[in-house]
């Protein structure tokens, strides 16, 4: 492994009122694709807290820079957990260890947010003096500029290779660049629902993707997560990334035939992880797995795996289950293995033996008690599993669900299990990042006409054209049966006599399938009447039109119907009718003619 370039390297002293000012710029990035997860309780953002209070020392601040001059922004290489916690302290998210709270007017940037109404005083209040005493704290912030990226990950790396607070999991995964760990951490984040449009993220944002045990308005609260809702990992697991080991297990084992061991040395060489932070040649077994993915394609592995995921977790929903109680754990044990042997015996009937799913309550009804006793799954306990005592398991699991299970024939059934990870990863990204993202509860009007709404698909046709003018790359997703307002939700609930699902207290789902039920129509024929009425809609781009109308699907989410409207560039500026529209922010805004340039200049440059 290469050793990393440094360029210039510099310790300064900056104050924590001049780090805040940078954050509240977003000049402060954390780039997903190595760093952690913020998974400080509030006692340890206390403690630290307590520390500056005291005047005591803390370790510095290790940050790249990125960019030149004032457009430039400092990527978080060390102290990630510590930036949180101190702008958690000013932002009255937690107080300090006496239980007193950052006064505002302390500092001139959290006073102009209470007066604005964005951030709110908590009681008791710190004293003045206290307060500003912590905005003084000098910090020492060790600023680099590297060569590339791959620099940057190395440093981070050696940072971390002799951290003792890291799992070896997140020794694995930290700094690593292959295909392998870019699907750990992607399929890890859609499920535990904590995923970001990209990989960096201002950490100003990095609270909506934190896993909380407290009942707050942001982040993952862990007992949600899927890994702990039904007993297969404990909270802890999910705080030292044993569930992105989980994933690891499961994407080698859909990879690699015959079914290898499992082991936490052959986990190593998966990813060519060593103690030596100078590496050494790529392992047989890290060229072997990259090979694989390559073989079967990236994207597609993600998708079948994701969909394999979805009928299980389809299963349990509908059962009302957690999968610990379903397939017979005792009370208090944990289950990862069991959630793999699972797994694997869904991935393999659905995606090398090319069924589907024909009864879902009959699979819940298979795997009722499959563990318990002489039951047909019995996995041994230790630290290592062979391939052969796997295989066994995995056929075993097959032979008892088959029955559930029918040739899938050459059409696709979007309303059957299988997206409703597109849908959560959808909303998830919202959160992030607004710009790409619009939702609709439906097409039909809330009052008592119940009629079509035109308007409302004028809005709709008016967003698509927007975000396709985003850029040749840009992707955009308009949601149906998501209702923004939890106003529209109350009227839906009492109108159409639904049950409401909530997604992180953001997003109510409320389905389309009740719009077809108003109508007195199939859900088919319903859904092909609002694809119809996308084709006509007349200052539409037609080829816009007909590609999105090609890309859309229904995906099963919640015990809802949700219609996905992906939109894609149409490789030039798309005009609504005579005008040209783009996003700002969550706003689509109509340009004026000096402002076309801006959107053609997107697309100059590219085939």
């Given at each position: 492994m290469a050793s990393p370039t440094v360029t210039e390297l510099s310790v300064r002293s900056e104050s924590v009122q001049r780090l805040y000012f940078?954050?509240?710029?977003?000049?402060?990035?954390?780039?997903?694709?190595?760093?952690?997860?913020?998974?400080?309780?509030?006692?340890?953002?206390?403690?630290?807290?307590?520390?500056?209070?005291?005047?005591?020392?803390?370790?510095?601040?290790?940050?790249?820079?990125?960019?030149?001059?004032?457009?430039?922004?400092?990527?978080?290489?060390?102290?990630?957990?510590?930036?949180?916690?101190?702008?958690?302290?000013?932002?009255?998210?937690?107080?300090?260890?006496?239980?007193?709270?950052?006064?505002?007017?302390?500092?001139?940037?959290?006073?102009?947010?209470?007066?604005?109404?964005?951030?709110?005083?908590?009681?008791?209040?710190?004293?003045?003096?206290?307060?500003?005493?912590?905005?003084?704290?000098?910090?020492?912030?060790?600023?680099?500029?590297?060569h590339s990226s791959n620099s940057v990950d190395e440093v981070f790396r050696r940072i971390n290779s002799g951290g003792r607070r890291l799992s070896r999991q997140e020794l694995r995964q930290a700094g690593t660049i292959s295909p392998l760990a870019n699907l750990v951490r992607i399929i890890s984040s859609r499920i535990r629902s904590d995923t970001s449009p990209g990989d960096s993220v201002p950490l100003r944002l990095?609270?909506?993707?934190?896993?909380?045990?407290?009942?707050?308005?942001?982040?993952?609260?862990?007992?949600?997560?899927?890994?702990?809702?039904?007993?297969?990992?404990?909270?802890?697991?999910?705080?030292?990334?044993?569930?992105?080991?989980?994933?690891l297990d499961v994407l080698v084992d859909c990879l690699v035939d015959p079914t290898p061991n499992t082991s936490s040395d052959a986990r190593d060489e998966y990813y060519n992880f060593s103690e030596n932070v100078e590496g050494e040649d790529d392992s047989a077994r890290s060229c072997q797995i990259?090979?694989?993915?390559?073989?079967?394609?990236?994207?597609?592995?993600?998708?079948?795996v994701m969909r394999s995921y979805d009928v299980l977790r389809g299963v349990l929903d509908d059962r009302d289950a957690r999968f610990a109680t379903l397939v017979g754990v005792r009370r208090g044990g944990y289950s990862p293995r069991y959630f793999h042997a699972i797994f694997m015996a869904i991935f393999e009937l659905m995606f090398k033996e090319r069924m589907r799913v024909k009864d879902a309550q009959m699979i819940a009804d298979k795997l009722s008690g499959i563990t318990r006793g002489q039951g047909p799954l019995s996995i041994p306990g230790g630290s290592d599993w062979t391939g052969d005592a796997k295989r066994a398991s995995f056929d075993a699991v097959k032979g008892v669900l088959r029955p559930a299970f029918e040739?899938?024939?050459?059409?696709?059934?979007?309303?059957?299990?299988?997206?409703?990870?597109?849908?959560?990863?959808?909303?998830?990204?919202?959160?992030?990042?607004?710009?790409?993202?619009d939702c609709k509860q439906g097409l039909l009007r809330l009052d008592q006409s119940r009629e079509f709404d035109s308007s409302c698909l004028g809005k709709i046709t008016k967003t698509m054209s927007a975000?396709?003018?985003m850029g040749r790359d840009?992707?955009?997703?308009?949601?149906?049966?998501?209702?923004?307002?939890?106003?529209?939700?109350?009227?839906?609930?009492?109108?159409?006599?639904?049950?409401?699902?909530?997604?992180?207290?953001?997003?109510?789902?409320?389905?389309?399938?009740?719009?077809?039920?108003?109508?007195?129509?199939?859900?088919?024929?319903y859904w092909t009447w609002l694809m119809q009425k996308l084709r006509?809609?007349?200052?539409?781009?037609?080829?816009?039109?007909?590609?999105?109308?090609?890309?859309?699907?229904?995906?099963?989410?919640?015990?809802?119907?949700?219609?996905?409207?992906?939109?894609?560039?149409?490789?030039?500026?798309?005009?609504?009718?005579?005008?040209?529209?783009?996003?700002?922010?969550?706003?689509?805004?109509?340009?004026?003619?000096?402002?076309?340039?801006?959107?053609?200049?997107?697309?100059?440059?590219?085939n």
């Amino acid at each position: 492994m290469a050793s990393p370039t440094v360029t210039e390297l510099s310790v300064r002293s900056e104050s924590v009122q001049r780090l805040y000012f940078l954050y509240l710029a977003d000049r402060f990035d954390v780039n997903r694709r190595y760093q952690r997860k913020l998974v400080w309780s509030a006692a340890e953002k206390q403690r630290l807290v307590d520390s500056i209070l005291r005047d005591l020392p803390i370790p510095l601040i290790l940050v790249a820079e990125i960019g030149l001059g004032a457009d430039n922004s400092f990527e978080v290489i060390d102290g990630l957990q510590r930036l949180n916690a101190i702008f958690s302290f000013i932002e009255n998210e937690i107080p300090g260890v006496n239980g007193e709270f950052f006064d505002l007017d302390a500092l001139a940037d959290t006073k102009s947010r209470k007066d604005e109404g964005t951030l709110t005083q908590r009681m008791p209040v710190m004293s003045r003096e206290r307060s500003v005493r912590f905005c003084n704290y000098s910090i020492a912030l060790s600023v680099f500029r590297a060569h590339s990226s791959n620099s940057v990950d190395e440093v981070f790396r050696r940072i971390n290779s002799g951290g003792r607070r890291l799992s070896r999991q997140e020794l694995r995964q930290a700094g690593t660049i292959s295909p392998l760990a870019n699907l750990v951490r992607i399929i890890s984040s859609r499920i535990r629902s904590d995923t970001s449009p990209g990989d960096s993220v201002p950490l100003r944002l990095m609270p909506q993707l934190s896993i909380t045990n407290y009942d707050l308005d942001y982040g993952v609260d862990v007992k949600d997560i899927f890994w702990v809702r039904h007993g297969i990992l404990r909270r802890e697991d999910v705080r030292t990334s044993l569930d992105e080991q989980v994933i690891l297990d499961v994407l080698v084992d859909c990879l690699v035939d015959p079914t290898p061991n499992t082991s936490s040395d052959a986990r190593d060489e998966y990813y060519n992880f060593s103690e030596n932070v100078e590496g050494e040649d790529d392992s047989a077994r890290s060229c072997q797995i990259t090979a694989a993915i390559t073989a079967y394609g990236r994207d597609d592995l993600e998708r079948d795996v994701m969909r394999s995921y979805d009928v299980l977790r389809g299963v349990l929903d509908d059962r009302d289950a957690r999968f610990a109680t379903l397939v017979g754990v005792r009370r208090g044990g944990y289950s990862p293995r069991y959630f793999h042997a699972i797994f694997m015996a869904i991935f393999e009937l659905m995606f090398k033996e090319r069924m589907r799913v024909k009864d879902a309550q009959m699979i819940a009804d298979k795997l009722s008690g499959i563990t318990r006793g002489q039951g047909p799954l019995s996995i041994p306990g230790g630290s290592d599993w062979t391939g052969d005592a796997k295989r066994a398991s995995f056929d075993a699991v097959k032979g008892v669900l088959r029955p559930a299970f029918e040739d899938a024939g050459h059409s696709e059934d979007f309303g059957r299990y299988g997206w409703a990870w597109q849908v959560e990863t959808i909303m998830g990204n919202a959160l992030v990042e607004q710009q790409m993202f619009d939702c609709k509860q439906g097409l039909l009007r809330l009052d008592q006409s119940r009629e079509f709404d035109s308007s409302c698909l004028g809005k709709i046709t008016k967003t698509m054209s927007a975000m396709a003018n985003m850029g040749r790359d840009s992707v955009g997703y308009i949601m149906l049966g998501i209702a923004d307002k939890q106003e529209d939700a109350n009227r839906i609930a009492s109108i159409d006599g639904i049950s409401v699902q909530h997604f992180k207290k953001r997003f109510a789902i409320v389905g389309i399938e009740r719009e077809a039920v108003v109508r007195g129509e199939d859900m088919n024929i319903y859904w092909t009447w609002l694809m119809q009425k996308l084709r006509e809609a007349k200052t539409l781009d037609r080829r816009l039109a007909a590609q999105v109308v090609a890309d859309a699907r229904l995906a099963n989410y919640a015990g809802h119907l949700v219609g996905i409207l992906k939109v894609r560039s149409i490789g030039e500026p798309a005009f609504y009718g005579q005008d040209l529209y783009e996003r700002s922010g969550s706003e689509t805004r109509k340009l004026s003619t000096p402002d076309y340039t801006r959107v053609f200049s997107r697309f100059l440059g590219a085939n």
